[in-house]
């Protein structure tokens, strides 16, 4: 593991101000860069979705990061790896992080708060 020590502390207020957001819909935006240091959009793919966040936190088995909801009435979750942690901000409307994967790839990740209204999901599935 070559957790970035200086990002530990960064890493502490990450998890805070997810959690800060439970029972709230986030939005997780991943962008996944075969160009790392930029996201050219010729080659950096494009992920998003919408959850009720529900959990965060840190397994130190595998030195992940988890943000766990759910969406339309079924589980879903978000993982990325501390260990690859290049840099993170923490901000009052969302947090980000990039994950560098070697030489060859980087992601990017951002999670923002969409509504301060605790248990509101918009699409639930049919029957829920």
């Not at 957001?21 to 939005?27: A, D, I, R």
């Not at 050219?40 to 840190?58: A, I, N, P």
Request: net charge neutral.
């Amino acid at each position: 593991m070559r957790l970035n020590r200086e990002l530990l502390t960064q890493l502490a207020s990450l998890v805070e101000r997810l959690n800060e957001w439970q029972g709230t819909m986030v939005e997780v935006i991943e962008q996944i860069t075969r160009s790392p240091g930029s996201l050219d959009r010729h080659h950096t793919t494009y992920s998003s979705f919408v959850m009720r966040l529900e959990f965060v936190g840190v397994a130190f088995s595998g030195a992940s990061l988890m943000v766990l909801g759910k969406a339309l009435g079924r589980d879903v979750g978000y993982q990325a790896s501390c260990d690859f942690l290049e840099r993170l901000s923490v901000k009052p409307d969302g947090v980000t992080f990039v994950e560098r994967f070697a030489r060859v790839a980087e992601r990017h990740t951002t999670i923002r708060q969409l509504s301060a209204s605790p248990g509101t999901e918009p699409d639930a599935a049919p029957g829920a």
